[in-house]
């Protein structure tokens, strides 16, 4: 199987940052795309970020210019780099991975679609 967890949420001042990460575990040995999305409380769940295996990204308008996603493939590790915080980022944080492959045993397995647990943001003075 494969899980994901998700680290680094806490309480910031506004204009302050906050680092999450998010380590995929189990016998991987391919991740496809892996992204960082966020529920604020009355909302639906948004996009935040995106990256491709390649490391092609792709942001919400609403965090373009503050928030930077990186991953490390060999870690199996995505990140998100929280810059000039404000208020409405308060939100829980979900790490999602599109698509990854992994060893059971002789046999290759492919799922799809996994999600982190979250972590929790606030942004408050």
């Known amino acids: 199987q494969v899980q994901l967890v998700e680290s680094g949420g806490g309480l910031a001042q506004p204009g302050g940052s906050l680092r999450l990460s998010c380590v995929a575990s189990?016998?991987?040995?391919?991740?496809?795309?892996m992204g960082w999305y966020r529920r604020s409380p009355g909302k639906r769940r948004e996009s935040v970020a995106g990256?491709?295996?390649?490391?092609?990204?792709n942001y919400a308008d609403s965090v373009k210019g503050r928030f930077t996603i990186s991953r490390d493939n060999a870690k199996n590790t995505v990140y998100l780099q929280m810059n000039s915080l404000k208020p409405e980022d308060t939100a829980v944080y979900y790490c999602?991975?599109?698509?990854?492959?992994?060893?059971?045993?002789?046999?290759?397995?492919?799922?799809?679609?996994?999600w982190g647990q979250g972590a929790q943001v606030t942004v408050s003075s």
């Open positions: 999602n991975v599109d698509e990854a492959r992994y060893y059971s045993g002789s046999s290759r397995v492919t799922v799809t679609n996994i």
């Open positions: 189990g016998n991987i040995f391919s991740i496809n795309a």
């Open positions: 990256i491709t295996r390649e490391g092609r990204t």
